[in-house]
């Protein structure tokens, strides 16, 4: 008996790494060796996870549906549930449009039994920053959410996007209880029958709602333990999601249009209204640089967006080359043990004895270092050895 009580962990304590046995001072007394070891660690576990030769959603259409209760004044997240919000949305931002440079991005504030359209879905980034700058603030929160009038708001736009983009809505709840108009049930058959996928990241605790929501729409719910695990849970939707195969049969080839920006100089291009700003404070700001539709010359002040008057999808050459990436991802390198003879391929660094594994690619054989193998799979996406072996890079291509 005693020895099963020595092997069974409490509630509290499954699946969690105990990551202070693995931090150790280095000679001169510090731990930042270690603790950056272990964030390595993650990083590894998250790419082997992703996998190639998948459909994925590129083209995205999010609203994220913020919680403006009194809950969000709680202060097991410092200093505040809203605060805390507030500072990971700002990277989360960054992340997402930088990752998905197709996709838009909008947010909708539900206090007072309410919901507000706060930003229009939109690829700028600055925009949505000024927005929880400005109005997403501790002074906003107040009474109670509106699942239902939030989900409902959102609905009603995302049901007019693309059938070949992924529309989603992720809810970052803090409140326990929601006072809806009507039946919330309603919305969410509406929600799973339009193929709109909903996630919750639960701020409080569990509620049954909230999982039945995401159930039903093919979405993810999680509860934060703490601000990391909050950060992490923001980051699982920066990439692509795989796309829902019930709702991509009719996906074909997409028509786009790739403008030019035209001239800044007033002199010597007409002036023109830009589309964006119809209906905000600027309509009557007439200018002359900007981004012509090649279809309907109608001109945008920002890419990628969705023509309002003739439909064409707008983009620029690069957003669908950082686009690339996800669908061929580099694979996971395989750990081996140190051979102090050898060197990075990469930066040519020598390895050492303190070095406990270094990292080969399968497909062309070449050795990384630690530094070299997040770099590659992180931001370069790209093996330098593969891409140097020509024979190597073409067997990647036909397969």
Not at 82 to 108: A, D, H, N, R
Not at 118 to 136: A, C, M, R
Request: with cysteine.
């Amino acid at each position: 008996m005693a020895d099963d009580d020595d092997i069974k962990e409490y509630r509290w304590e499954t699946g969690y790494e105990k990551t202070w046995e693995a931090i150790q001072e280095d000679e001169k007394g510090n731990v930042e060796a270690s603790v950056h070891e272990i964030i390595q660690r993650a990083k590894r576990k998250a790419q082997l996870e992703r996998k190639g030769h998948t459909r994925l959603g590129m083209m995205r259409h999010m609203y994220v549906i913020l919680d403006g209760s009194d809950a969000m004044l709680d202060q097991d997240l410092k200093p505040t549930r809203q605060s805390c919000t507030v500072k990971l949305l700002e990277e989360f931002i960054e992340e997402f449009l930088y990752e998905s440079p197709l996709s838009q991005l909008g947010f909708i504030l539900t206090r007072n039994k309410r919901a507000e359209k706060i930003s229009d879905l939109t690829g700028n980034s600055k925009k949505h920053l000024e927005v929880l700058k400005s109005i997403y603030t501790q002074s906003s929160c107040s009474g109670e959410p509106s699942l239902q009038n939030a989900l409902e708001l959102a609905l009603s736009t995302l049901k007019h996007m693309p059938t070949h983009a992924i529309r989603e809505i992720l809810i970052l709840m803090g409140s326990l209880t929601t006072c809806d108009p009507g039946d919330i049930n309603t919305t969410i058959q509406t929600l799973k029958s339009t193929g709109i996928r909903v996630s919750v990241i639960g701020i409080g605790a569990e509620v049954r709602l909230c999982r039945h929501l995401c159930h039903s729409t093919g979405g993810i719910y999680n509860v934060v333990l703490d601000d990391m695990h909050y950060k992490h849970l923001l980051h699982e939707h920066v990439f692509p999601p795989a796309a829902i195969p019930a709702h991509s049969a009719d996906n074909a080839l997409i028509k786009m249009g790739f403008p030019h920006h035209g001239p800044t100089d007033e002199k010597t291009t007409s002036l023109a209204m830009c589309m964006c700003h119809l209906e905000s404070d600027e309509s009557g700001r007439l200018a002359g640089g900007g981004y012509l539709c090649p279809q309907c010359r109608s001109k945008y002040c920002e890419l990628p967006v969705e023509c309002k008057v003739c439909g064409l999808t707008l983009v620029s050459a690069p957003h669908l080359a950082r686009s690339y990436h996800h669908l061929f991802p580099v694979g996971p390198f395989t750990p081996i043990p140190v051979d102090t003879s050898l060197s990075c391929f990469a930066c040519r660094a020598e390895f050492k004895e303190i070095d406990k594994q270094v990292y080969k690619c399968e497909t062309c054989t070449k050795i990384f270092c630690l530094d070299c193998d997040m770099f590659i799979h992180d931001t370069l996406h790209t093996c330098p050895g593969c891409s140097t072996n020509q024979k190597t890079f073409q067997n990647i291509i036909d397969s």
